[in-house]
């Protein structure tokens, strides 16, 4: 019997000292879903490809077209692949989510800015993807490709417009010329 009890010591101590966290354990705190998010999809890339997933995920939020939380944002079906992938959605207490958590935190640190202190490094991208994947949506009509930062490769959809401007702007080239001329 003491022998389970050193165990399961030894074994709370290793959990906590680790400091893993379950992702999908954390899907009403918007914080945490943004550091999780950062994490799994630009975890081995420097601070520029982080704060431009969380610039990505910020312009969703933002956007009439996705939903107006982080974590419902980061948990939408077949949006991000790390929540879709069936593997378990686990960090580390590694340097990478270190800095993913503190990327986080200052996107939403409040500055009266989109961005908390940062600015967006995507020029209002709503999608990416991986440079060494081709999804079929990136040859869409209205996609544009904005920005390659390490390797995601950002763009935007000029019909919805920017969703952090001031002014909801939707595309002229959105709109069929014949319903401006009406």
Not at 17 to 45: F, P, R
């Amino acid at each position: 019997m003491k022998r389970w009890i050193i165990s399961a010591s030894l074994l709370a101590t290793t959990a906590h000292a680790t400091n893993k966290i379950n992702c999908e354990q954390v899907k009403n705190d918007d914080l945490m879903c943004l550091a999780c998010n950062i994490y799994h999809e630009s975890g081995n890339q420097s601070l520029n490809g982080k704060i431009a997933v969380g610039a990505v995920t910020i312009n969703r939020v933002k956007s009439l077209y996705y939903p107006n939380s982080i974590c419902r944002v980061v948990w939408q079906k077949k949006q991000f692949s790390w929540t879709n992938d069936g593997k378990p959605d686990l960090t580390g207490n590694t340097d990478s989510w270190k800095q993913s958590k503190k990327v986080a935190t200052k996107f939403l640190k409040p500055t009266g800015r989109p961005f908390g202190i940062y600015e967006d490094p995507t020029q209002c991208a709503l999608f990416y993807h991986a440079d060494y994947v081709s999804p079929s949506w990136r040859k869409g009509k209205y996609m544009k490709k904005t920005t390659k930062i390490e390797n995601h490769i950002f763009y935007r959809n000029v019909a919805l417009g920017c969703p952090t401007e001031d002014t909801l702007a939707v595309s002229l080239t959105a709109i069929p010329p014949t319903k401006l001329n009406n």
